[in-house]
């Protein structure tokens, strides 16, 4: 059974810096995509980054591209989100998903009908 649990998520003040962790089970982590979406309440929920488990890349959101870096940890299965000079638009549920059949992140990896497997999210708020 494919699972993603994110963590890490939390109250931090602009400027401020936080680690997102999605720990995959039930298939392991080596050629797969992770992407990473956050939604804000009342819109839509939007992409943030997508990683390449087969070459380690990733492909950024533009707004974010500067501030955001993945690294994994394949001894636990899971993938992490650093964001760092958080802004009070960066507030949202921050979610992974990954889809078994994804190996790229192609030209449509923005789009959240892509991914068949979702975690519960963790909340971010960004706020002074």
């Known amino acids: 059974q494919v699972q993603l649990v994110e963590s890490g998520g939390g109250l931090v003040p602009p400027g401020g810096s936080l680690r997102l962790s999605c720990a995959a089970s039930?298939?392991?982590?080596?050629?797969?995509?992770i992407a990473w979406f956050r939604q804000a309440p009342g819109k839509e929920r939007e992409a943030v980054s997508c990683?390449?488990?087969?070459?380690?890349?990733?492909v950024n959101r533009d707004s974010v591209k500067d501030r955001v870096t993945i690294s994994r940890d394949n001894a636990k299965n899971a993938v992490y989100l650093q964001m760092n000079n958080l802004k009070a638009e960066d507030t949202a549920i921050y979610y992974c998903?990954?889809?078994?059949?994804?190996?790229?992140?192609?030209?449509?990896?923005?789009?959240?009908?892509?991914?068949?497997?979702w975690g519960q999210g963790t909340q971010v708020t960004v706020s002074s």
């Open positions: 998903a990954t889809d078994l059949k994804m190996v790229w992140c192609g030209s449509t990896w923005f789009r959240p009908r892509e991914y068949d497997y």
């Open positions: 039930g298939f392991t982590l080596d050629y797969q995509v």
């Open positions: 990683f390449m488990s087969s070459t380690n890349s990733t």
